[in-house]
Every structure is written in structure tokens, then in C-alpha cells.
């Protein structure tokens, strides 16, 4: 098993206990609820039939039809028409983008059908919009982030600035300049944290939800799992419906942009941090043939062409300098664009030889990226970043660094 | 505005339009059932309250107690207890997945809050399964595909293997072969298919649902909408229940893997159809000063380090070769890896110098490349193969392809 393989096999196991914690989790917060709940409607409902001296199961007869009518979108106190031009756009955005808050259904088999293939070339559509949103933001954070840096660059003398020009023969040392993973996270999470609380400020009073509800529909609305227990905008009447209707698509669709990007960086966050956990478990041992014991060694000659596998035993882990920071990152993220850094990647034998041309190419251009900020430098991998040549160019965060600044350039 | 930007505006805008379509149709398709619906619920309830007399208002406070029952779970018929622990783990899956069926939701505050943090690092963790899943299932079929290519090209007659590895200089040109895009989006559609009818076969008999029914669940599961109208594995008892509730949750994880990897696929056939719309825009005369016409025109000198904001002027939209073949394709796509075979790309004046590096390099590496099956091309951007020097190696195809055959090799 390749390392990859096992980063996978980690996650996939990771994810099974995280399941197993949070099911016990919320097995404790939720199922005294539950049953306190279901004594209540029992009692409500004995209550009714003593009352009323109704048969039970000519009641139970009626609470199935009332499901079913529930079912199309009927209930006690009105809401909206859900078939009406408006409901159905709403409907189709839940669609789209994967929310389905289930609050309106297609009931007819027609529209059963029609919308497995509606729904497959939107939900495509979507991510592909989602994806370009998130490379925007990302740009947009990273020139902001660049521009607060040349500051403070500014501040602390200019003969910083120019020294480091110099060493780089390049007229902006800045443009090689990448915001960090954590500071983007952080971001997103601050705008994430203000679009849910401005949201949840206008749902509180309009929908009669306390705050904390009106949070908890935000994160689920925009993080497009979509419960249904709560959704907005289904009363027939609102103050100043119009506006409420339209900002309530505003929100949502902010929100869920938002939270796409902030789990998209997080996702980067977690995946750099199983590739720490199974680079200390190759190195403490379950693999002794590989070069982790040589502190010294570099993979690459600078700007030089070498194949990879002439170091290494095809289809084997192994990493250069003993650090986990030279292990390439190169997989399919969906926030994230570069086929990475090559460094200490162990490739199978076969079908490397392209990819050996750019990794060696690469390795030269990560080269070129010393002179990236300390300040763009925290994290797990942090105590790693002395130990080899490619301090500060080459690695997991340099590669998220080098996406970022790759997403930077405005195309 | 650059042509990135267009692109962005032009999906943001046809998804729009698909939403008004769809709109439209669903409104007609169901609100004469919702009306329908209506009516048949107001003739139930008026049955019921003539026939046993009861008060309308103290009826509708029991349907509205049967509502708020409705939310903890509680149904008529029995249904599985929502908080067991295989029913949090149930409930968990849906929140990590986003799936979000409803049919088990958080009522207590302690619950609330704790899904917002818990979902916020599940939903981020399964991004990153589902990634590492698509690449995965990329590199497989890429493997397949290459495998009975391979075949195909043996029966064909050796000679044209031979005479290909020769002119390519490596050892072996299907190094270098790469899938289509269009096939593997055949092939994770067929997959999706087989999944979801073998569910349904499930489901049909054990849900009493109807085959199209079932294939609706599926489509709603797999796709993480989860509206929640029918949910799978709900009621109390199940003939042979553990075998029926692994079943089931072997199923949806299938699902929502093959369909997040087809969803990905699409929207990658989605991005290139709009480079080409976009590019058509462009070069239909939108801006005559770039380079359009001269079809012979070549960008890049091959395997040389030319800055191209030197030919064209900085942050227009500037195509090489009249031909949006050799618009780069570099941005985030979640089920690919590339930064891209650069060409014909325009770039904003500042912060590309590592850019234009690489992208020297990625030309000299595209050109590398030219050997790449003719069987691999097929789609829209076809008739512009044989117009610029870059023919098969070049493009938003080729960077598909190119993604398809990084993924190709063993990480």
C-alpha cells in the first residue's frame, strides 16, 4: 500500500469514527427529547379522543392523509403556494444547489423523472460555478493579503524590501509572495461568521425564530445539507415580502459560497495533516529502506532533470530530507489548482516519465520561491521547515502557498 | 474584462436562465397536482369534523401538536427511533455527506450548536474523501481505458505502436495516452446507472416504493439534495434488517461517490463548452486588436522562456492560433489536477513572472505530448485541431486529458 493509498484509508477511517463519536454525541443530546416528545403526542392525542369521543383509527385515518398532504406542501396555517412560479424557483435553486430543503417535492411521476436529468446538469453546473466562485475569492483574498504584507514590509524599512529583491533577480520579490492556508481559512471563517450572523439578524424577527435557530437553519442552509425543519420564506404573508424573498436569495446564495470555499480550505487544512500523520508513521520505522534517516539529503539537483525512481524503489514511499513538508500534494482538490511541487514523491514505475520532466521543472521554479514570506509560515509542519534545502519553497503548506498564489494571478 | 471573467458571468447567467426554465416547467408539471392535493385535504377534514362533530379549531391545534410531533420524528405508523445509535449514525451520515434527508433533525439547542461545529468539520472531511475517491476512480478507469487502448492498438498491428514510441523518443508512447474525458464521463454515467438500478431493485420490494420511485430516492440521495420525501430504511422492523441497513448504507455511499465524480466530470465538459462560447464571443470581433486572425501564429517558441505579456497587451483577453484550443484551462476544478499546459493564456501585467516560467516549461512539456491518440478526441472544440502548432497537445481537451493521465499515474 502507497502512502497515498493510506492517507485514503486514514481518512476514510477517520471519518467512520468521527461518525461513531458523533452518533453517540448526539444519541445523548437528542434522545431524551425524543422521548419526551412521543409521551407528550400521546397524551395530546388521548386527550383528543376522550374529549371528542373520536375512534382512534378514524383519526389515525386522518393524521395519514394529513401526512400525505403534507407531503404537497399543505398545512394548518398557510404557506406559500408551492407550485406557483416563485415557489418552483425556489425549488429548483434547492435543487441546483444540492440544499434540498425538501419543503416542496415533485408528487407527479412526470416531474420525478424530469428532475433526475434537470437536476444532473444543474448540480454539474453549480459546482463548476461554485469552483470558479471559489478561485475568485481566493484570488481576491490573496491580493488583499499580498497588499497588507507589502505594507507591513513598507513599514518595517524598505531595505528589507530591496535586499530580498535582489536575492531573487526579480524585480518583486512580492509577486512570489503567497498568503497562508491558515490566515485564508481564517478569513473565510470570519466572513462566514458575519454573512450567518447579518442572515440570522434578518430571519430572527421575520420568520419568529430565536437567534440561535435562525444559525443553526444558516449552517444548514449553507453548507447545502438542508434539513427542512426550518426554511425561510414559507409564510404567504411577510412585511415587505418582496424584498425579504430577494434577500433571502442573496443570503443564501452568499452563504453557501462562502461555506463551500471555507470547506474546500479546510479540507486542504485536514488532508495536510493526514499526510503529517502517515509521513510520521512511514518514518517511525514501517518503512526502514527509505531515506527518512538522512537529514541532508536533497532529491533534486537544482534545474536539472533527474528521474525520481532512480532513488527510490518503484511503488515504494519514500521521502527526501526526512520531513513530510517535501511529500507532494498534487491531488484533486476542489479549491485548490497546481499539479504541485515534486519533491520526495514516489511515483510507480511506470508512466512518470512526463511527470518527471514537469516535477524537475517544478522543483527549479520552487527553488525560485525562497524568499516566501516567514509570515505566510505556520502550522504542524512548521518545526520540519529548517531541515532541508527547500525551506520555505517546497512542501504541503508552500504548495497550498503556491495555490494560492497561482489563483492570485488574474485570469 | 478578461475572458475568466466572462466565463464566470456567462455560467452565472445561463444558470439563471436554466433556474427560470426549470421553474417554469416544474410549476406546470405540478401545481395542478398541489391543487389537487388542496382540495382532496380540505374534503378529508370536512368529512371528518361533520362526521364526529368536532370543533375545526380544536382540530387544527392537534394537527398543529402533530406537526411539532412530526419534527421529533414521530409518525402514525411506527417509525425506527430517530435517537438510537443507529439512527444518530444514520442522521450523522446524512449531515456529514450533506445529503440532509430531515428525517431526523436536532430539537434541543445543546443539539443545534453542536451540529454547526460538528458539521463544519465532517462536511470539510468528506469534500476531502470524496476528492481523493474521484481521483481515485479517475486513475482506475484511466488505467482500463488505457489498458484496452493498448489492446485495440496490439490488434491493429505493432508496427504502429513501434513507430510511435519511436518518434516520441520514450520508451513507450501510451505513456502518454490519455483517456477522453467524454468516455469516462460514458463510463461514470453507466456506473451511476447500475448503481442506482441495483438500489432500486432494493428498495422497490422492501420500501414498497414504485421502480421510479426508488430511482428518484437514488438520484435525490446520491446527489446530497436529499429532500426527504422518501427516505430509505425508516420503518420499525425489516425482513432481514442488519443485511438491508448495511445494504442501504453501502449504496448511498456508491452513490454519492459516483455521482459526485460524474457531477465533476459534467462540469468540466460544462467549462469547456464555455472557453469555446466565450472564445467565439471574443473572436467574433468583440476585440479585433488581439490576435484572432493569424491563424499561423504560434505563442511560444518551443522549449524557451518567453514572457507572453510581452506580445500581448496586459490584462486583454488575447488568443494564440484563432483558436480557443489553446486557451488555458488552469482554474479549480474539483476533480482535476493540473495547473495547466499554459498557452495562448493572457495574464494581468503584475505577479506573473513564476507564472510565465512554468508556463514555458508546461508548453515545451505540451509539445512533448503530441503523440496523444487521436481516439481521445472527440467534442466541440474538434474542427480546430489542425489550426495551430500545438495540434493534440495543446488545449482545454488536452488539459483534460493531461489531467486524466496525471491522475493515470499511481500516487
Redesign the interface.
Known sequence: M?E?NA??CL??G??LL???C??????A???P??LR??R??KQ??DN?TQ?????LG?L?T????????????????ALR?????A???Y??????S?????MT????????????F????????????F??????IITMLAYIMRWCHERRLRCAGVGVVSSREESSG???SL??WKPSVYYVMLILCVASVVIACSASTLYSPMENWSY??S??FC??AF???????LVSSQRQQYESQEAYRLGNCIFILMGVCCIYS???V???I??QTLTWIVGKLVCSGRYPSCSCSRPGQKRFKRNTVQPISSRCPA?RPCYADGSVETVCD???????????VFAG?R??G??????E??MS??VS?AL??KQLSETAHQGPRQSYRHQNGFSGGVGALAIMNNRL???????
Chains 1, 2 share one sequence.
Not at 458523533?22 to 444519541?27: D, E, K, V
Not at 386522518?62 to 396555517?77: C, F, T
Not at 403556494?81 to 412560479?85: A, E, L, N, S
Open positions: 502507497n497515498d492517507r485514503f481518512l476514510a477517520l471519518i468521527y461518525l461513531l458523533g452518533a453517540a454525541i448526539f444519541s443530546l437528542e434522545h427529547f425524543e416528545a412521543r407528550l403526542w395530546q392525542l383528543f374529549r371528542y369521543r373520536v375512534n378514524a389515525h386522518l393524521l395519514r392523509q394529513y401526512e400525505e398532504a403534507n407531503g404537497a406542501g399543505i398545512r394548518v396555517d403556494p408551492r407550485w406557483d412560479f415557489g418552483a424557483f425549488f429548483v435553486g434547492t435543487v441546483v444540492t440544499i434540498g430543503f425538501g417535492t415533485p408528487a407527479t411521476i412526470a416531474g420525478k423523472i424530469f428532475l433526475i434537470y437536476g444532473l446538469m444543474g448540480c454539474a453546473a453549480t459546482i463548476l460555478f469552483n470558479l466562485f471559489l478561485e475568485r526579480e524585480e518583486d509577486e512570489d440561535v435557530d444559525l443553526y449552517f444548514v453548507s447545502t445539507i438542508g434539513f427542512g425543519d471555507l470547506f474546500n479546510i479540507s486542504i485536514i488532508k511503488g498534487s491531488e484533486t482538490d476542489a479549491g485548490a489548482v497546481a499539479d504541485g514523491r511515483l510507480s511506470e508512466m512518470i516519465s512526463v511527470n520532466f514537469t521543472n517544478k521554479l525560485l520561491q498564489q497561482e489563483t492570485s494571478v488574474d485570469r
